[in-house]
């Protein structure tokens, strides 16, 4: 690595990507319906012998895969969950690939390690959760790339201290619990820890309770296992449903947790970012009564990909799951002591990256005020655009918005209305085809419900209220269609 190389090629990036995004607004949101296999088609069939200028490469990504790029960065993206890029991310991860240390024990990089411990810990009270999750307080935190590597995590935890109680003979009998709004990365976690699929019990939710899952569900799907002397393991409790942003009682499902005796993860990875506002913390109430939290701050807290804190209450059980010990890695960390962490163990691969400086870099840049301005901003605008389908007749709310999520469609105009599915299929594609906003579907009780998740780093009051227009264009032109 030649430094001034490094220095010229980096700054030759970095004025691409500025240029990027100046103009990420004039690209079509979703990528074009480009044909399968064209990048193929564009690029040679085998790497080049020779090295090339670093133009002809930057000019191949302007031209060949701008192109067929889903742009999750422009300020009209309400798909999914928002990915946040931001100025502070971008340079948090500048340093994180380009010191490209590997905090796998204390030992291999100890201001990494030790660093991790500090942001996770700043986290974990920005977000008023309890001191039992704190380092401070016996319990700690991680970084780790996603919520679905968390999750394996803690299953595999609760998992091993099941078995040492039980024998591992028992595994067949452990059964988990979660919601039929809990993130499918759930039962994908679950199999990986050897949990067949007749032991998950996805408990049906319904709009009563906002489609969160109540204690009493969760109780009856128990007693009926426990009478076929089956063993609860493991609930999964969901602060902001990936579909339509609900909010599962965490208090009440973690007294239901406590008394089975099963392990409470409490999954906040979108509504997490919000708890850092105070009127948003109750979305957390009783979160002192899990055994684990996780939630993405590459999600919606300027942090760029990738970025998941997880915190236990005890590491233990969570290291032991997968302890290793190998002559090579040992260091005072393998000894233990709250300072020296040797974070192999708290997650799945060995090598790792430095991520901490990342989120650390986010939080000291824009300051728990900033970022808390930033959620601010994006409910408001979602609470706006909430209100204006609100008071459009050919329109509803199809769930209470609780936080940046609004799901909505076209409603129905006469009871069993079947037809109504298909025109806000077709009212979904032609936002999505007009390049000018991007948006996803979920479906719920049988219905086509479309989704608007704002929260975009450089989505503004102005950009919500554009897609509404649009919105509101391409329905008449939908209804005039129909004959409607
Ligand atoms: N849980 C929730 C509530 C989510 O919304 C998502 C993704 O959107 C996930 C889990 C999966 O997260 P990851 O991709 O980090 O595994």
Redesign the pocket.
């Known amino acids: 690595l030649d430094p001034e190389a490094f220095s010229g090629e980096s700054r030759a990036v970095v004025n691409f990507l500025a240029e990027y995004y100046r103009d990420v607004d004039k690209y079509p949101v979703r990528a074009a319906e480009l044909e399968p296999g064209l990048l193929r088609k564009l690029l040679s069939e085998a790497a080049p012998e020779d090295g090339e200028p670093l133009e002809d490469v930057l000019e191949d990504v302007r031209r060949d895969i701008l192109p067929g790029l889903t742009h999750w960065q422009s300020p009209s993206f309400f798909a999914?969950?928002p990915m946040n890029a931001s100025t502070a991310g971008f340079a948090g991860e500048m340093l994180s690939v380009g010191l490209n240390v590997v905090p796998f024990v204390w030992a291999a990089s100890p201001a990494a390690a030790e660093l991790e411990c500090v942001v996770v810990d700043w986290m974990a009270k920005l977000l008023g959760l309890p001191q039992r999750l704190l380092f401070s307080g016996g319990g700690g935190g991680v970084l780790q790339?996603?919520?679905?590597?968390?999750?394996v995590c803690t299953l595999a935890a609760a998992r091993d201290r099941a078995l040492a109680r039980l024998g591992h003979e028992s595994i067949l009998k452990l059964v988990v619990y979660a919601s039929d709004q809990?993130?499918v990365?759930?039962q994908k976690g679950a199999r990986l820890v050897g949990i067949p699929p007749p032991n998950f019990r996805v408990i049906r939710t319904s709009a009563a309770s906002g489609y969160g899952l109540t204690a009493d569900a969760v109780r009856a799907a128990v007693d009926r296992d426990v009478a076929r002397g089956l063993v609860p393991l493991y609930l999964c409790a969901?602060v902001?449903?990936?579909g339509l942003g609900a909010v599962d009682p965490v208090r009440e499902l973690g007294e239901e947790a406590r008394r089975r005796g099963m392990w409470l993860h409490v999954?906040?990875?979108?509504?997490g970012s919000a708890a850092i506002c105070q009127e948003f913390q109750e979305l957390l109430d009783g979160v002192e009564l899990a055994d684990s939290v996780s939630m993405?701050p590459?999600?919606w807290f300027l942090t760029n990909m990738?970025c998941?804190c997880l915190w236990v209450a005890s590491p233990r059980a969570l290291t032991s799951a997968r302890a290793t010990d190998t002559e090579y890695l040992k260091n005072v960390g393998t000894v233990g002591g709250a300072a020296a962490v040797d974070y192999k163990d708290w997650q799945i691969s060995l090598s790792r990256r430095f991520r901490a400086i990342k989120l650390w870099v986010v939080l000291r840049r824009y300051g728990a005020d900033g970022l808390r301005a930033h959620i601010r901003r994006h409910v408001a605008a979602a609470k706006w655009f909430e209100r204006a389908v609100t008071v459009d007749e050919r329109f509803e709310v199809v769930v209470p918005r609780k936080l940046s999520l609004v799901c909505f469609r076209l409603r129905e105009r006469f009871p069993e209305d079947d037809a109504v599915d298909d025109l806000n299929r077709e009212l979904l594609a032609a936002v999505n085809e007009s390049g000018q906003a991007f948006m996803t579907h979920f479906v719920v009780d049988g219905k086509f419900v479309i989704r608007l998740a704002v929260g975009g780093a450089m989505t503004e009051m102005k950009h919500v209220m554009d897609v509404w227009e649009l919105l509101q264009g391409k329905a008449e032109e939908v209804l005039r269609r129909h004959q409607l």
Do not use: I, R
């Open positions: 999914y969950f790339g996603s919520t679905c590597e968390a999750v809990t993130h990365t759930f969901t902001g449903t990936t999954d906040a990875a979108y509504a993405n590459h999600k990738d998941c």
